[in-house]
């Protein structure tokens, strides 16, 4: 056999393994996909989501759609859930975990809302048949007509004011409040409405 045709079966040789996958980029190799997610009302940091299929974790600051850098293999699973919320606020994931990966995901929702808060008062001695009128802020307003606790019937977002008035008082007494107001709310707050 020839040297040149010796050559060109070396050559031809290469080529079948090479075009086999024997370079490791071949056809062969393993697809990858992407886990995206599309977040809505994200308005402050602190929000980190992870896959923890991956062991991925990652910051969303601001509403809109992204993806986890590290993909993920065909047939291989995802489970992507909120590691922590934004401070005052309450995140959840829907359609965040899967299995058997055959395209890359896009329907993984990321939904915060704001944490709201009640707020209480404590009434005490106001007479029988009476009513005196209160209200939170200028505009939540409600009547009173018996002693005991009272919450307002809209709760307030974190971060809010707040401040409780007496509008209308009881015919034949007065009644005052005691720890009524306060600046940005963290929580569930109490006031006090004594009537004498």
């Not at 009476?130 to 505009?139: E, R």
Request: aromatic fraction near 8%.
């Amino acid at each position: 056999m020839s040297t040149v045709v010796k050559s060109l079966l070396v050559i031809f040789s290469l080529s079948i393994v090479l075009n086999c996958g024997g370079g490791g980029g071949g056809a062969s190799s393993t697809p990858y996909y992407t886990i995206g997610y599309t977040a809505y009302g994200v308005q402050s940091t602190g929000l980190i989501i992870t896959n923890n299929s991956t062991s991925e974790s990652k910051n969303v600051s601001s509403s809109g759609s992204g993806s986890f850098l590290n993909l993920v293999p065909q047939g291989g699973s995802y489970n992507v859930t909120v590691f922590t919320s934004p401070i005052g606020y309450t995140c959840s994931v829907s359609n965040g975990s899967g299995s058997n990966v055959i395209a890359n995901i896009t329907n993984i929702t990321i939904n915060c809302s704001v944490d709201t808060y009640s707020v209480n008062g404590t009434v005490s001695g106001l007479s029988a048949g009476k009513s005196v009128v209160i209200t939170d802020n200028g505009t939540d307003t409600s009547t009173i007509t018996t002693n005991g606790s009272f919450t307002f019937p809209t709760k307030l977002a974190y971060g809010t004011n707040w401040t409780v008035a007496v509008a209308t008082q009881p015919v034949g007494q007065t009644c005052t409040l005691s720890a009524n107001s306060g600046f940005a709310i963290t929580g569930n707050v109490y006031f006090g409405l004594s009537c004498l």
